[in-house]
């Protein structure tokens, strides 16, 4: 590896039961499925054999689990940062699409409009608002592990505002590719210049075969 090039290898965290049941999940936290335990396993299990020289996750549940698996395979101590957070959804939280839209039709209009990425949902958080914490914390973890290959598990809405960065997509152009939960991605710093060499690898889990 080029000791000048930083890599962050991206996992989003293991299935919950709100992920199966199509809830906003934000800054709450529902129990990880037995799926998604045997996925932070498979994950573990890719990552066992490369090289990791720090391992980071978000505070909430469903990340510490699947970053444990992670741990015990690599035998890389987990360090927690809050920063890596999923985007707060305020009152959607808990909520599936449709009895948000039911319940706050002006809202879910303002959080689905043309300048959606702006609208700060009541009691959470705007699309940038996450777009420029995710931006700083990955920036701060690239630039604390020069040369050095870490491993980060996150969410899936804060990894898609961080490739809209990575690759010059504008804010507004929302998950035009797909994240699953425990895939993996690696993205990698050289210098200033931020690029993707993976993007959602799911080989692991076995969902093709």
Known sequence: ?????????????????????????G???????????AQAEAVAGR????????????????????ARAIERATGVPLRVEER???????????????EVKQRYPDAYAEYRGPYGSDYVLPGGESRRQVYDRAVAVMQDLA??????????????G????????????????????TIRNC???MVSLDGTRWRV???????HLGIFA
């Open 183 to 185: 895939s993996l991605s």
């Open 84 to 98: 890596l957070r999923e985007r707060n959804h305020g009152l959607f939280e808990g909520l599936t699409k449709a």
């Open 27 to 37: 800054q709450q936290d529902s129990p990880v499925t037995p799926e998604g335990l």
């Open 143 to 156: 630039e604390g592990h020069r040369g050095e290959q870490i491993a980060v598990v996150g969410h899936a």
């Open 47 to 66: 990552l066992r054999n490369v090289r990791v020289d720090a391992l980071y996750a978000s505070d909430l549940g469903r990340c510490i689990t699947t």
């Open 197 to 203: 060499e993976t993007l959602g690898d799911v080989c």
């Open 1 to 25: 590896m080029d000791s000048s090039v930083t890599r962050l290898l991206l996992v989003r965290h293991s299935e919950t039961q709100w992920n199966r049941e199509g809830r906003y999940q």
């Open 158 to 177: 804060f990894f898609y505002v961080f490739f809209n960065f990575v690759m010059h997509v504008p804010i507004d152009v929302r998950n035009v590719f």
